[in-house]
């Protein structure tokens, strides 16, 4: 594995947030969750076989050489599956790794991949009409549009 710096996280971090309060301004979506990085999912990721769906939470993967730094670079939200499911809104948290050597996946080879929870499966009923952050959880406060944990 190539490790993931605190800056690596906080930029990766940053990226996915911004796109995930864009998607909600642009799709009205009322319930975007703020994810947060977790090294727990990171390390989960780096255990995980090529070959191996999780049952626990959904797993990310990237097939070109820029590894999870493609996600810095897409720039439509339905472009790619990866960044597709980074967009489900109920999502709270992330962890990613970058492999030295790809390995050969489900369907293409993987160059890094990001478990992705609590939710396991992608469901339209997680995605919540009407202006971003007027439908958050109860454990959660709007701040532009996402749904951020209260203090």
Do not use: H
């Not at 960044?83 to 109920?90: E, F, G, K, Y």
């Not at 948290?93 to 293409?108: A, D, I, M, Q, W």
Request: glycine residues 8%; proline residues 5%; neutral net charge.
């Amino acid at each position: 594995m190539v490790e993931m710096t605190d800056t690596d996280r906080k930029t990766i971090l940053d990226a996915v947030n911004k796109r995930r309060r864009d998607f909600a301004k642009n799709y009205r979506i009322a319930n975007m969750n703020e994810m947060t990085y977790d090294v727990g999912f990171e390390k989960i990721a780096e255990g995980i076989p090529c070959q191996t769906q999780a049952n626990d939470y959904m797993v990310v993967c990237y097939s070109n050489d820029r590894g999870w730094k493609s996600i810095l670079e897409v720039r439509g939200y339905f472009e790619d599956e990866p960044t597709r499911n980074l967009m489900i809104p109920v999502q709270t948290k992330f962890g990613c790794v970058s492999l030295k050597e790809s390995c050969y996946g489900p369907t293409c080879p993987v160059t890094a991949r990001c478990v992705v929870g609590p939710q396991n499966v992608f469901q339209n009923r997680d995605f919540k009409g009407g202006w971003p952050g007027t439908k958050c959880p109860s454990d959660r406060d709007d701040t532009d549009g996402l749904c951020t944990l209260k203090n």
